[in-house]
Nanobody, 125 residues
Framework: EVQLVESGGGLVQATRSLRLPCAASGFVFGTYAIGWFRQVPGNELEGVSAISNSDRRTYYADSVKGRFTISSDNAKNMVYLQMNSLKPEDTAVYYC??????????????????WGKGTLVTVSS
């Protein structure tokens, strides 16, 4: 059974940091791209970052460049999103997703094949 499980969310003050892990199972992790996405109430889902597990190519949305870093540990089937210098506008439910099409995912597309259930990040001012 394919599973993606995010964790690490919580309430933090602006300028602080959080690290979100995504644990994957049930598919060939090394052949997929993994993306992080977020959604605020009433808004559309937004692509935040992505990584190709096969060649380590990455994508970052303009809103998080220089603040967020995505990384992948293929041996552990884990992807991490390190979020630094958090802002109130980063408040959202964060999801990880997986797709076989790395080129598609690295263009910031949100049509993933598999999804986690999300973890809530709340940044206070």
């Amino acid at each position: 059974e394919v599973q993606l499980v995010e964790s690490g969310g919580g309430l933090v003050q602006a300028t602080r940091s959080l690290r979100l892990p995504c644990a994957a199972s049930g598919f060939v992790f090394g052949t997929y791209a993994i993306g992080w996405f977020r959604q605020v109430p009433g808004n559309e889902l937004e692509g935040v970052s992505a990584i190709s597990n096969s060649d380590r190519r990455t994508y970052y949305a303009d809103s998080v460049k220089g603040r967020f870093t995505i990384s992948s540990d293929n041996a552990k089937n884990m992807v991490y999103l390190q979020m630094n210098s958090l802002k109130p506008e980063d408040t959202a439910v964060y999801y990880c997703g997986a797709d076989r099409n790395s080129d598609y995912t690295l263009r910031g597309k949100i049509g993933m094949s598999y999804w986690g259930k999300g973890t809530l990040v709340t940044v206070s001012s």
